[in-house]
Each structure stands twice: as structure tokens, then as C-alpha cells.
């Protein structure tokens, strides 16, 4: 079938979350540190107990990815008080950070030409608030090539639901058969896009991942680099990813 649109995960497809979300979390620790000398095992700590509280009290929301509700709950913790400049500070120092450090994988922007050139949408499906994505994608420079948006603040459910997608397929005017969808979480991006009929593609960058072990969650393609979309194109366009699986 001839696909119409692709829809991408954002974060560690697009570009190495894990690298600059680990060197902005130092920027933080260095501004809180000045302020109560605490040391970045402990910080990291704290951090971490912060961000499981308010996923536990936020799941399933944008919300609960919300970095400055990570960081008002851990001056809570050590200051016992809210403290609105330095939660800002830290904040704003995260952002800073992660958006300045954020390079795109080799071979995204080619792809996303190719595509343009072909006439093949781009969307971009991603649990988080739609603020943030936007200055991500700005900073990226992927402006003018992205055709819909759609986070999981503006669907009100996170990934693996499938309202996400369903938004995505609506905006786009296609069906989920004309639709690839590409993301390296089996959990939240082939599991979500699965449950829709999309054909699904696993990106996985390090060769140690474990593969999904449940069928819904099994992608119908892996690729361990974003400029391999293109084979996956030709192949769907020949024969149905369902003939393939197995
Ligand atoms: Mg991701």
C-alpha cells in the first residue's frame, strides 16, 4: 500500500534524548548546589524520587513529564517551602541546556527532504506538552517540514493509546493503512500504532536492546537507523506489512 504520511516518536528518534536530558540535569544540580551545596549522587536522588512521586500522582497525563513540577517538588523536599525563583531558575536552566545541546540523528534531515520531495506527510506523534515540543522542534529546524502535531497534552491520553494516533490519522485526512509509524519505544510507540492497524517501525539504536517479547507490541520493521525508512518504504509499497511478519 502506498503511504501517504509517517508519523515519528520525537524524543531518542529524532534526536539523542538520553545524552542532553543527562547534561542539562548537571546544569541544574550546579545552580542548586550554589544555593545548598549538595552533591550530584544526592541531587540525582532527589530527583528521581520527585519525578516518581508526580508520575504516580499524574500518570497517563502530559503533565507528569512536566519538568517544573519535578523541580517545586524537590525544593519542597530540601527547602520545605516554594521558592518561585529558584524552581524558575532550574527550570529555565533545563531548557536552556537540552535545547542548545540537541543535535538531530545523522540522516533525519535527508530523510525528511526525500519525503517532502515525495509528497509523503510528516507527522509527529509525542507524549509531552505541546510548549516544549514546538521549541524543540523550532530549534531542530524542522518548521518547515513537519504537517501535524500532536501531543499527548492536546489528546488528553498518552501513548500507547490510541487516541494519540487516531488524532494523528484525523488531522492527516488518512487512513491507518497509507500511515508508517516510527519510534523506539516498543511500550508506548509500536504498541499505540499496533493497536490502530498502522504498520510500525522500531528504531533501535543500541544493539544490546531487548526486543518486545509481546505480539502487540512486536514492530512489523526494525531499523537501527533512520535513513533505513527508505527500504521500508519500498518494501510496504510492494506488498503489505502483514505478508511480511514472521
Ligand atoms: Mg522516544
Given at each position: ?25 548537571k ?21 528521581g ?41 532550574m ?57 501535524i ?39 508506548t ?28 507490541r512486536?514492530?512489523?520493521f ?10 521500508v ?14
Open positions: 500500500m502506498e503511504k501517504k504520511a509517517i508519523l515519528f516518536d520525537l524524543d531518542n528518534t529524532l534526536y539523542n534524548y538520553d545524552l542532553v536530558h543527562e547534561k542539562a540535569l546544569e541544574v544540580h550546579r545552580i542548586l548546589n550554589r544555593r545548598l551545596n549538595i552533591g550530584l549522587k544526592e541531587f540525582l536522588r532527589l530527583y524520587i520527585s519525578k516518581t512521586e508526580i508520575h504516580r500522582e499524574l500518570s497517563g497525563t502530559a503533565s507528569s513529564h512536566n519538568r517544573i513540577l519535578y523541580f517545586q517538588r524537590m525544593i519542597e523536599k530540601t527547602e520545605k517551602t516554594v521558592e518561585p525563583g529558584i524552581i524558575l531558575k527550570y529555565n536552566a533545563y531548557w536552556d541546556s537540552l535545547l542548545k545541546n540537541m543535535r538531530l540523528y545523522k540522516g533525519v534531515l535527508s530523510l525528511f527532504k526525500e519525503l517532502k520531495r515525495r509528497n509523503i506527510k510528516i507527522g509527529i506523534v509525542s507524549n509531552l506538552t505541546t510548549h516544549i515540543q514546538l521549541r524543540k522542534l523550532h530549534k531542530l529546524g524542522l518548521s518547515e517540514y513537519i504537517d502535531l500532536v501531543t499527548s497534552e492536546e489528546a488528553g491520553r498518552e501513548k500507547p493509546h490510541p487516541s494519540m494516533f487516531l488524532f494523528a490519522l484525523n488531522k492527516l485526512r488518512v487512513l491507518p493503512s497509507e500511515v508508517l509509524a516510527v519510534g523506539d519505544d516498543p511500550k510507540d509500536i504498541e499505540g500504532a499496533n493497536a490502530v492497524g498502522i504498520d510500525t517501525v522500531l528504531l533501535v539504536k543500541n544493539v544490546q536492546a531487548k526486543l518486545p517479547k509481546e505480539d502487540y512486536k514492530p512489523d526494525i531499523i537501527k537507523d533512520i535513513s533505513e525508512l527508505s527500504d518504504l519500498e518494501k510496504t509499497q510492494k506488498f503489505p506489512a502483514s505478508l511480511q511478519r514472521g
